[in-house]
């Protein structure tokens, strides 16, 4: 078989890949990592320029783009005759009615596009470094210039309200009786290890401007989620004649608020993740500090729904806050039908894959006052961000023993849940 005829086979193989992966919404690395295999490596399989060994990752990969069982047929006949094309020794023969050019030196092949960019990129980087080395020797007092001052104060000068937050891992929270809606991050601040020298403070060591360096990510939380978008439960401290309907679920902030509901039973914390830029940041753990117990809140539990069913959502954790040192579990889940495994930290994030985290903290013996702390690190640096609720402190409240009421729509009122 001709060489032209194993390319057209890797060809054909990878081409099927790709036309699975642009069924989805999702990057080269969000899918890499639901599959447990590094970016670049599924980037080699689209394009081509590699044919796994082993079927299997090949096939979780068309489970997670919602290939037919005929497209997983398919798919499977394109990876032998790839993989057999990879395999098949690469000999050339000369033909009788050419001369023979073996005394010649062959042609040197052509580096890939990537490969010449990164070549250049390099080359590029040297002779920057070379001219502001150039430039600074050339000042007396050893100082750099002001434009280059300006440019190592780039990322703290934005604006953002990470970069210039205040640490606030060092103060008590401030308990809350109800909960809010969305909101961006307010704490992210580096924290600091002890050192010998403060020169090697890798991560708190300001730049000539004075400033901190700003952290690599941002966030946001919504801690007004409901299961699966429809169940929910909270504890009002009212009779049912003077609670309202339950609202939609986008407006279940503001009813919390102006009820005083605190969260019955469970709370559901959506967390996004993101990078600054494209380069990636590592999300090493996610731990749950509580900060108060007290006895579960008076009142009633008000049920926003009569079930509801669906599938788990993926990248979840479950916290159980009735344990003395309670701890992020990751769970499995599915997406659209297709089963998800539990993966543990760490994660990766950029400015292009950005990552949600749902985090279910559950309590049946007491008023649970808790926040989250996010471990990152990214090229050197490391430190921890508090996810709470503006400032606040979560709150979930158990609901055993309580009267618990529904709405019947027909009725137009609140009756007790059967």
């Not at 919602?66 to 006949?77: K, Q, S, V, W």
């Not at 679920?249 to 959506?270: K, R, Y």
């Amino acid at each position: 078989m001709s060489a032209q005829e194993d390319m057209d086979d890797v060809g054909e193989f990878a081409a099927l890949l790709r036309a699975l992966k642009e069924r989805t919404d999702r990057s080269y690395g969000s899918l890499a990592r639901r599959l447990a295999m590094n970016t670049s490596t599924l980037h080699r399989y689209c394009a081509g320029e590699a044919v796994p060994v082993d079927f299997a990752p090949v096939e979780r990969f068309a489970a997670l783009c919602g290939a037919t069982p005929e497209e997983r047929l398919e798919l499977h006949r394109r990876w032998l005759l790839a993989l057999a094309a990879r395999r098949r020794p690469r000999t050339a023969s000369v033909p009788e009615d050419e001369p023979d050019t073996a005394a010649d030196p062959p042609p040197l092949p052509r580096r890939p596009w990537y490969r010449r960019r990164r070549v250049a990129v390099g080359l590029a980087a040297a002779c920057a470094l070379l001219a502001t080395l150039g430039s600074l020797s050339a000042l007396p007092d050893g100082r750099r210039p002001a434009a280059d001052r300006a440019r190592t104060a780039g990322p703290a000068a934005s604006g953002t309200t990470e970069a210039m937050a205040p640490d606030r891992s060092g103060t008590s929270p401030t308990p809350s009786d109800s909960p809010t809606t969305r909101q961006p991050s307010a704490s992210a601040t580096p924290k600091k290890k002890p050192s010998p020298a403060p020169s090697s403070d890798r991560t708190t060591a300001p730049p000539h401007g004075g400033r901190k360096p700003s952290v690599p990510l941002t966030w946001s939380v919504n801690s007004q989620v409901w299961k699966l978008g429809c169940g929910h439960d909270y504890v009002v401290a009212k009779p049912p004649r003077q609670v309202p309907p339950p609202p939609a679920p986008q407006d279940a902030g503001v009813w919390a608020a102006t009820q005083g509901a605190v969260h019955g039973g469970e709370t559901l914390v959506e967390l996004s993740v993101q990078g600054r830029t494209d380069t990636a940041v590592v999300l090493n753990a996610l731990r749950v500090r509580v900060v108060g117990r007290t006895a579960p809140a008076p009142g009633n539990a008000y049920a926003m729904d009569q079930g509801c069913g669906g599938a788990v959502t993926p990248r979840s954790f479950d916290v159980n806050l009735d344990k003395d040192r309670p701890i992020a579990h990751a769970v499995a889940g599915s997406d659209t039908g297709v089963p998800i495994p539990a993966v543990r930290m760490p994660y990766r994030v950029s400015a292009e894959d950005p990552e949600v985290l749902l985090v279910t903290a559950r309590t049946v013996t007491c008023d649970c006052r808790w926040y989250l702390e996010l471990d990152w690190s990214s090229q050197g640096r490391e430190g921890t961000v508090r996810v709470d609720d503006a400032g606040r402190p979560f709150r979930t409240s158990g609901i055993k023993g309580l009267p618990r009421y529904t709405y019947d729509t027909l009725a137009r009122q609140w009756a007790p849940y059967s």
